[in-house]
T-cell receptor
């Protein structure tokens, strides 16, 4: 079942923060986050495994609440290069293909 | 991160012909490769999972006789769209995992247009 992402779209000014949420009705093994720019393949951002964890990568971090089957991606002090569509991909068992949400369109304006 | 390539990046073919798309992991051995399809302004949909040396596992609704997948080596998987029709026009993307990489790394995608 497809995870639900929110918001669908968001417009920010450079330097502002954003939070993108991803929730599933099923028990998850892992949550993967990707960013895709128009006409390009998705670029891997990070993966979070069950057990509930938090990860950080420069100004982009994420959390996974296993009890709620929810993950959030945090973008702080956004840069113009952060623009794109963010997808969460979920996995119920290890080594499965990913089920992607519909995506969140992020536009960063100068 | 790991590097995955796809070839060709863009192909136009006539209805009824077959098209082969290659997916290669360039710097690691991919025990598992995945094929996804993405229609314009939509999300990625998993088509099939292939493990090296075994038959691919197709998702519900994906015709295995139409989308032939071969994963003959740890660095190469191919997707052949047989008897392509205009409704098969889409962005086909592969991903690979393995070689110590649990996460999936995506290739650059192949844009297929069937006329």
């Amino acid at each position: 079942q497809q995870p639900v992402q929110s918001p669908q779209a968001v417009i920010l000014r450079e330097g502002e923060d954003a939070v993108i949420n991803c929730s599933s009705s099923k028990a998850l093994y892992s949550v993967h986050w990707y960013r895709q720019k128009h006409g390009e393949a998705p670029v891997f951002l990070m993966i979070l495994l069950k057990g509930g964890e938090q990860k950080g990568h420069e100004k982009i971090s994420a959390s996974f609440n296993e009890k709620k089957q929810q993950s959030s991606l945090y973008l702080t002090a956004s840069q113009l290069s952060y623009s794109g569509t963010y997808f969460c991909g979920t996995e119920e068992g290890g080594a499965d293909g990913l089920t992607f949400g519909k995506g969140t369109h992020l536009i960063i304006q100068p | 991160g790991a590097v995955v390539s796809q070839h060709p990046s863009w192909v136009i073919c006539k209805s009824g012909t077959s098209v082969k798309i290659e997916c290669r992991s360039l710097d690691f051995q991919a025990t598992t490769m995945f094929w996804y399809r993405q229609f314009p302004k939509q999300s990625l949909m998993l088509m099939a999972t292939s493990n090296e040396g075994s038959k691919a596992t197709y998702e519900q609704g994906v015709e295995k006789d139409k989308f032939l997948i071969n994963h003959a080596s740890l660095t190469l998987s191919t997707l052949t769209v047989t008897s392509a029709h205009p409704e098969d026009s889409s962005f086909y993307i592969c991903s690979a995992s393995g070689g110590g990489h649990y996460e999936q790394y995506f290739g650059p995608g192949t844009r297929l247009t069937v006329t």
